[in-house]
């Protein structure tokens, strides 16, 4: 899966190799954890790799 639609308003400081941006709006995705399609405005992606998203629930559970 591509980049989702939308504009980034803001861009996180990378935490090891997770990375996460704020959407202006919800955006539809596939978490690769969840393995669920979610939407949200905070999204998360691995290795700088947009095929591997990772909603905001996952990313506390990694950093946890």
């Not at 954890?33 to 700088?48: E, G, Q, R, S, Y």
């Amino acid at each position: 899966m591509p980049k989702p639609e939308g504009n980034i308003t803001k861009e996180y400081p990378a935490k090891g190799n997770l990375k996460q941006f704020r959407f202006e709006a919800a955006t539809p995705f596939y978490c690769c954890k969840c393995n669920t399609v979610k939407k949200a405005k905070l999204i998360a992606l691995i290795n700088d790799d947009w095929e591997q998203l990772i909603c905001n629930a996952s990313y506390g559970n990694i950093n946890s």
